[in-house]
């Protein structure tokens, strides 16, 4: 049963991430987009990384995967814009995917002696939110802060000026 999940999984998020690669539509990439962050999520899970189960779905599926969505529904007009994704890049794009899928057949095969490695015993929360709310309470503040900043800062620098009484203003009423 343990091995059928895995395979599900990795199916499942190989075959969304490739549906986000190569989808035209950018509806269907980020709603694959998801798919694919579960699918990382379970096999986190699957793991024992309770932990980074539980980042990937809070971070990425409940904080950018929405932004992302928000954006993409909330942009005006958005199938006008016609977006040609130039292939000029290819051959580059070739050698670093070669490359790439080269060191990682290497290291499954050859670098690492599967048999011998023990499985890491099973990570808990516990520890970790101990010391960030002991410890490392301040830091962890201080980083909220500033995340904090960053995004009224960006909100800031994202609105739009409208002045006079134009067309312009009328919309944003």
């Known amino acids: 049963m343990y091995a059928l999940c895995f395979w599900f999984l990795a199916v ?19 709603f694959s987009l998801l798919l694919t962050f579960w699918g ?35 942009t005006h007009r958005i199938t006008e ?16 995917f070669g490359s790439v899928l080269t060191i990682l057949c290497w290291t499954v095969g050859y670098a690492v002696d599967w048999q011998e490695s023990p499985l890491p015993p099973a990570a808990s929360t516990e520890p970790l939110g101990k010391a960030l709310m002991n410890e490392y309470l301040l830091p962890f503040e201080i980083v909220s802060v500033l995340l904090l900043a960053a995004l009224v800062g960006a909100a800031y620098l994202a609105r739009k000026e409208v002045k006079g009484g134009g067309p312009a203003a009328d919309a944003a009423k």
């Open 40 to 74: 990382v999520a379970g096999l986190y899970a699957m793991t024992g990384a309770d932990f980074l189960a539980a980042a990937q779905v809070l971070i990425y599926v409940g904080g950018i995967l929405v932004l992302i969505l928000f954006a993409v529904m909330l």
């Open 12 to 30: 499942l998020t190989i075959g969304s991430a490739c549906v986000v690669a190569f989808s035209k539509n950018i509806v269907r990439s980020a």
């Open 81 to 96: 814009f016609k977006l040609a994704n130039d292939a000029s890049y290819t051959p580059m794009s070739l050698l670093a």
